[in-house]
């Protein structure tokens, strides 16, 4: 398989351990600015493209994340795979702290994000299909490369719900989230999953779960304690991002 691939870091992955960086290029883009330059590297022996979705110093909020800005910037130097991380809300039982989420669907839930390059001035618009919204290889590569990391929890499918952030859910927004059938919640899956699928950039995304949702604990979202699970999660999520990509190799 001939691909250049990208990873995009999410909540608690500004720098990747095992990541080594040889150069870094701001790219200009039609839609502004993305988060921060490109980095180019390696992972393993893996060339990949390494891009921190909320900035070099993650300042950027999730609603705020010039989504259209860093996929046309990853598509412009080449990119054909995008394996995505982020740090999630556990909705389903067995989503507790620490547990990797491969998800296989997504419920897009957020507002007024820009969430297609097919604007009003674009002449040549289409329709995508987005049925399965996740590359089903890079996913088997994720799956794989969790089950090679030692002491992992992995929950192979999975519907993330994409909210609009930046403030938590209420406990009845759970309810309701739980009810249309989302396993795990986040603030950044769209639209940025749907950018890629325009661009035809195959892409998968490596969850960890780092709280149970709004009201599932019954007791207030620990701010703190979330903290120490995206640093925890994120080691995680760096080894098994690791693992996949010398799959991919
Ligand atoms: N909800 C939404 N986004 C999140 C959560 C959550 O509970 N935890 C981490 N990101």
Known sequence: MSMTLA?????????????????REMVKTPFGAPSCPLSFGTLGEVPVVYLARHGSSQRIPPHRINYCANLWALKSVGVTHILATSAVGGITEECTPGTIVIPDQLIDYTQGRESSFSDASAENWQH??????????????????AASVSSTNCVETGCYAAMQGPRFETAAEIRRLAGEGNTIVGMTGMPEAVLARELEIAYASCAVVVNRAAGLAGAKLDLES???STTAGMLKVSEVLTAAVATLK
């Open 226 to 228: 979330m903290k120490a």
């Open 128 to 145: 995508v299909d987005f049925s399965w919204p996740y590359d089903e290889a890079l996913r088997q590569s994720l799956i794989t490369g």
């Open 7 to 23: 990873i995009i870091g999410g909540t608690g992955l500004s720098r990747m351990d095992g990541l080594s960086i040889t150069r």
